[in-house]
């Protein structure tokens, strides 16, 4: 367990120190963060959040989150136990849109009830105690704060046959997936009430074209009703979720 997570951290410190690309810094393809920011504005702007609310991002990386939450007014704090990133990150923000914090997603330096908003995008699948770090983000919450949390997809097919290649070969994961129903219930038994589940669908690394065909709108909303679909083919699940008043 330990040696999972020392082994990411020592990747994401890599990555901060060799790449200057913010996709490359957080271990995206570019496809697979411009997607993600397009969505994240998507499902930022029917979330009812503050205006000038108190936003935490953890698991910051380069801070291209965090920008784009400043951009639109908030109060923006950026976490990240990767110092060579958060050098990047700090390098980004010319316009010093938010702040940046070298801190453990464990123990948050934050005191109880701080923000109104917590945001955490690609950290699941680089802990081993996702449980633990849901339920910080809830204590540094305020009440009737929101949350937006991803988790890659356990179900989706080739993250099903990623998984089986490496049983066959007596490997560790190298990413941890997950149920969706297991992350709803983490959600469900620390009070937060889930809002709203979306799907993260992306194209294969070797076949991008598909991208186009998933712009369709008609495509997205099909994958998105379709809750088999939904199962075998999202990459990851964002669960936004409210704190209980």
Same mark, same amino acid.
């Given at each position: ?33 411009? *997607?993600? !920011? /397009?969505?994240? $504005?998507? #499902? &930022? ?7 000038h609310a108190r936003v935490l991002e953890l698991g910051c990386g380069p801070g291209t989150y965090v920008r784009y939450l400043g951009d639109l007014g908030h109060s923006v704090v950026?976490?990240?136990y990767s110092l060579p990133s958060l050098h990047r990150a700090v390098g980004a923000d010319e316009g010093r849109k938010g702040c940046y914090v070298a801190a453990d997603g464990y ?31 809830? *204590?540094? !919450? /305020?009440?009737? $704060?929101? #949350? &937006? ?97």
């Amino acid at each position: 367990m330990k040696a999972f997570e020392a082994e990411w951290r020592a990747r994401f410190e890599r990555f901060g120190r060799t790449y200057r690309e913010e996709h490359a810094i957080s271990g995206w393809s570019a496809e697979g963060l411009a *997607r993600r !920011l /397009r969505l994240f $504005g998507q #499902v &930022l702007a029917q979330m009812p959040v503050p205006e000038h609310a108190r936003v935490l991002e953890l698991g910051c990386g380069p801070g291209t989150y965090v920008r784009y939450l400043g951009d639109l007014g908030h109060s923006v704090v950026g976490v990240d136990y990767s110092l060579p990133s958060l050098h990047r990150a700090v390098g980004a923000d010319e316009g010093r849109k938010g702040c940046y914090v070298a801190a453990d997603g464990y123990h948050l330096p934050f005191t109880q009830e701080t923000f109104d908003l917590v945001v955490c995008i690609g950290v699941f699948q680089a802990v081993c105690r996702p449980p633990d770090l849901l339920s910080e983000m809830v *204590r540094v !919450l /305020r009440q009737g $704060g929101l #949350v &937006l949390v991803e988790a890659l997809n356990a179900t989706e097919v080739p993250a099903m046959l990623r998984r089986l290649g490496e049983m066959a070969k007596r490997q560790p994961p190298r990413l941890h997936t997950y149920p969706a129903a297991r992350v709803r219930r983490w959600f469900e038994a620390r009070d937060l009430h889930v809002l709203r589940r979306v799907g993260v669908f992306l194209p294969l690394r070797s076949q991008p074209a598909i991208g186009r065909w998933l712009d369709h709108p008609p495509v997205m909303t099909l994958l998105e009703r379709a809750p088999l679909a939904s199962l075998l083919l999202a990459h990851a699940f964002w669960f936004v979720g409210q704190k209980a008043a």
